[in-house]
């Protein structure tokens, strides 16, 4: 499913939109440059979630936060200042995303897939136009 957005805004409410049909174990990764957009669904994402949109910020200098006060816990990771896989990998993503929703920024550089996700690919298109892509992604997109 591709969907364009014109602003912050419209790309937060597909975030905001995504937030019922995720629950505890859902991955959601988020792939697209710096400035697609990523942080801003996250942001809709919590809203829809039950939990304050302000309180979601970059974690770009954070590696991973978690917001709790929602219907369902949200773990927000953003893999962008890590290179090594073994240190991604160290994370424990999978472990850590079981209780909760798990957004992963970058999430081009997970070195194994995690099953069961959804990508949402961002791309930019002129001014504040965005090109966001969502697919099933891991062993539920392969075909049975
Ligand atoms: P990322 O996390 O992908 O690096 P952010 O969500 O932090 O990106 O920032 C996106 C930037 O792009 C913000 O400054 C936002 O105002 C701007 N922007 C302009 N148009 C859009 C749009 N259609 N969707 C999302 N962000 C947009
Ligand atoms: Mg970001």
């Given at each position: 499913m591709t969907i364009t957005t014109h602003s912050q805004e419209e790309t937060a409410d597909v975030g905001r939109r995504l937030a019922p049909t995720l629950d505890r174990g859902s991955v959601l990764l988020l792939v697209g440059?710096?400035?697609?957009?990523k942080t801003a669904l996250v942001r809709g994402l919590a809203e829809g979630l039950g939990?304050?949109?302000?309180?979601?910020?970059?974690?770009?200098?954070?590696?991973m936060q978690e917001y709790r006060g929602g219907r369902v816990p949200l773990i927000h990771v953003d893999?962008?200042?890590?290179?090594d896989a073994r240190e991604i990998d160290e994370l424990g993503l999978e472990e850590l995303g079981l209780d909760s929703v798990l957004a992963i920024e970058?999430?081009?550089?997970?070195p194994r897939p995690i099953a069961d996700a959804v990508e949402v690919r961002i791309e930019h298109g002129d001014g504040d136009e965005r090109r966001l892509t969502l697919t099933p992604s891991g062993s539920s997109a392969l075909p049975s």
């Open positions: 440059d710096l400035g697609a957009g939990i304050a949109p302000e309180e979601v910020s970059s974690p770009t200098f954070t590696l893999l962008y200042r890590l290179n970058w999430a081009e550089k997970l």
